[in-house]
Structure formats: structure tokens, C-alpha cells
């Protein structure tokens, strides 16, 4: 069967060069929503853990109590409030509605709009927020942003660091009102590429801890995930005969050829026989990608589709994480 390879090794050299970077692994929170970017939610949970980790960051309250026993710290980014949260984690405040929703005893972090305009509060509604918070029992712990642009080399980055500043300022002025301890974090993989002071912060490392750069950085990330197929069948595919629908492709001579046992229903982006797409071994897709299979030259009984997304994401015009997070939860995931 199909299978996805965790390489423990490169995951630890990409968290130890952050770490050297940062000046510390208790400063880093990795990112692990959405099966931690498709490599597996609880195989990488393990691993930070194992090197040292103690936060966490994901995208809904499931994928908090999935990995709850590997961090003392989880955020959840994308949660609606209910009324009936689980004490355990962390809550963005999205909106200061969410204020007046959340459960009484929770504990949260203040999302600051300082540019993205997608979620989060304005350092007008600060002020408002602390007394929301303080009047029903709930924590604010914490507060961060997001930066809209620093994968590019533009000023914006630069633009939203000074509006944090200012909203840093704002709120360690309300948080010692309230006699609370707070803690920031503003800079993602980008952001850690770029930042030569990280201040007082906390960091969020996302696509990094998997290896990939934004930049041409100094970090000298490794890629971590492999995905591998399995072989289904093999043939003589003889001169003037196609394969697959459509009959994309046709061969000029005899050759040997191989289905293998992954396909769009895993999620992989569908190759629709048109230019050249190459796996790991440097063979190329042969025809139309079925949905749970696809065909190349007969290379053994496994062969690598990809150990670096950006292959793929370059030839579908889109980014690695695009590639990696559509992968399917239930393709097996192996630490090696």
C-alpha cells in the first residue's frame, strides 16, 4: 500500500537550526493544523515533543485533544465559540464577540489585525476586550498577528512588525492593569527567515519545521516527507498502443510499464497527461491520472512520487503547501 515516510532526522535538524536561530526551543510554537500540513498530525506531534517542544498551535478543538498529550500549551487558531470549550487549550479571539461566547475559565490569545484585514481585533477595541475578559473569567494570556506578506521581499513585512509594536505596547499596558502575564508571537516560517531580533517573542514554525524555505535562507532546511507508491501491475506497452483515458500518451516503442497505487482520491493534484511531470526517480507520468492510481515506466515494486512538494508545486503552478496538506489522512505515515 501506499505510504508516507517521516524522516525523523531531517525533522530534528529543522528544528534544531530554528532553535539555534531563535536562541531557544522553549521560544518556538510548531504549527500542526490540518494533519501538521499533511505529514500527520500525531507522528510529528511525537517527534517535537521528543526534541523538546512544549507549544502548539492548530486549527480546531479535535485536532487539540488528538495531540493534547504531547504539549503543555496548545493554541487553537480557528475555533467558533460555543459555550462549551475544553479548559484544556488555548482560543484565538478572532472577533471580539467571541468574548462574550466563549466558556467562563477560558484561557486565550488576542489575534491582532495589524494589516491582513482577515481576522482579529484593532488596538481600538483593545481597552474593550480586557474589561470583556475580565468581567466573565476568561484569561488573556497572550495576544499575536499574522504578516500578509513576508514570503516576499517587500516593505509590508516591515510595516506590520512596527504596527505590532504599537499594539505590544498597548496591551502589556492593559495585561499589567490586570496583573496578567502575557505572552506574543508574530513571526511564521517566513518571518523566522527574515527576523534578525525576535524581541520578546515566540515564533511559529509552520512549512519550516518540514523543510522548506521561503528563501534562500542560512537555516538549510531538509525536506521531511516522502511519499511512496506501491505497483499494481505491470506491462508491455507496445509501439502505437495508449494508456489511460484519453489516451494521452503513446508509445513510439516497446516499453515497460507500471500502474501504482496512488491517485487524485488520495489527494494528489490531477495530472491530466499534459507536459512533463516527473517522479523522485526522474521517470516521467505516463497519460491521464486515474483517481486512485497512475502510470509511469515499470521502476520495481515501489517507487517515490516525491521527496521534495516543490516539484509538484512547480509544475501545477501553486506552493508546497498545497501539495502537502491534500494528502490523505488515511495513506499510512511512517517515522524512519
Known amino acids: 500500500m501506499s505510504e508516507i515516510l517521516i524522516n525523523r532526522a531531517a525533522y530534528l535538524h529543522n528544528l534544531t537550526q530554528i532553535s539555534n536561530k531563535v536562541g531557544s526551543k522553549d521560544r518556538i510554537i510548531v504549527i500542526l493544523k490540518d494533519n501538521a500540513y499533511g505529514h500527520g498530525a500525531l507522528q510529528i506531534a511525537k517527534l517535537a515533543s521528543e526534541f523538546g517542544i512544549k507549544f502548539a498551535c492548530v486549527r480546531t478543538m479535535s485536532e487539540a485533544q488528538e495531540i493534547a498529550e504531547f504539549f503543555k500549551n496548545i493554541l487553537i487558531l480557528s475555533h467558533i465559540p460555543t459555550g462549551d470549550e475544553d479548559l484544556r487549550f488555548i482560543y484565538t479571539i478572532n472577533d471580539i464577540s467571541n468574548l462574550s461566547v466563549l466558556k467562563s475559565g477560558c484561557k486565550v490569545h488576542l489575534g491582532i489585525d495589524t494589516l491582513m484585514h482577515r481576522n482579529g481585533l484593532g488596538e481600538d477595541e483593545l481597552e474593550s476586550a480586557f474589561e470583556i475578559a475580565s468581567q466573565r473569567n476568561i484569561e488573556i494570556c497572550g495576544a499575536f498577528t499574522h504578516f500578509r506578506s513576508s514570503d516576499e521581499t517587500s516593505a509590508e513585512y516591515f510595516v506590520q512588525r512596527e504596527n505590532f509594536a504599537k499594539a505590544k505596547a498597548k496591551i502589556k499596558a492593559l495585561g499589567a492593569k490586570f496583573g496578567l502575564n502575557l505572552t506574543f508571537h508574530s513571526n511564521n516560517s517566513a518571518g523566522i527567515e527574515r527576523a534578525t531580533d525576535f524581541d520578546d ?26 511519499l511512496w507508491a506501491d505497483l499494481v501491475s505491470k506491462r508491455v506497452l507496445k509501439a502505437g498502443q495508449s494508456v489511460g483515458y484519453g489516451a494521452k500518451f503513446t508509445a513510439k516503442e516497446d516499453i515497460q510499464i507500471a500502474t501504482y497505487d496512488l491517485g487524485y482520491g488520495d489527494g494528489l493534484l490531477r495530472y491530466a497527461g499534459i507536459g512533463e511531470l516527473k517522479l523522485a526517480n526522474g521517470n516521467l507520468l505516463l497519460g491521464k491520472m486515474s483517481m486512485d492510481s497512475f502510470s509511469t515506466k515499470y521502476a520495481g515494486d515501489r517507487v517515490c512520487v516525491f521527496d521534495d512538494a516543490r516539484v509538484w508545486a512547480e509544475f501545477f503552478g501553486t506552493i508546497s503547501y498545497d501539495v502537502l496538506v491534500k494528502l490523505s489522512p488515511i495513506i499510512k505515515r511512517t517515522i524512519v
Not at 517573542?201 to 516522502?226: D, T
Open 201 to 226: 517573542e515566540f515564533v511559529r514554525a509552520g512549512i519550516a519545521q518540514h523543510g522548506y524555505e521561503q528563501f534562500n535562507s542560512s537555516l538549510s532546511l531538509k525536506p521531511v516527507m516522502s
